[in-house]
């Protein structure tokens, strides 16, 4: 009988700890952001969170950048366009491992989580 309770009580815990596992392992991941240039020219992007500026530079029309950042916080993109409109979005929070999104069309730059459509 102490025998086997011992065996149930082994397996719920073997049991909870793979779960904790499987819901805890994003978090030591790091953000991963990807930069979608969607327009029809050239775009010259910065990535700013907390005290750090990133100049991820120039994007090619219809490509994209990926940066993995080891951190969270809200992040801020400014788009230069060449025609000389410059366009930055609010804040966007990020945490470890989420990817987002940033998005620039013609008109703007949308900012979303990977899994927001």
Request: glycine fraction near 4%.
């Amino acid at each position: 009988m102490t025998g086997r309770i011992f065996n149930v009580l082994t397996a719920a815990s073997l049991i909870f700890f793979v779960a904790l596992v499987i819901l805890a392992a994003p978090s030591f991941f790091d953000a991963e952001i990807e930069v979608v240039n969607n327009t029809s020219e050239v775009v010259s992007v910065v990535a700013k969170w907390r005290s750090i500026e990133k100049h991820i530079g120039k994007i090619e029309s219809k490509s994209s950048y990926p940066l993995n950042i080891d951190d969270e916080g809200a992040i801020v993109f400014r788009v230069l366009f060449i025609t000389g409109n410059v366009v930055e979005t609010e804040p966007f929070y990020f945490t470890s491992g989420i990817k987002v999104i940033a998005e620039i069309t013609d008109e703007r730059v949308e900012v979303r989580y990977s899994h927001e459509t």
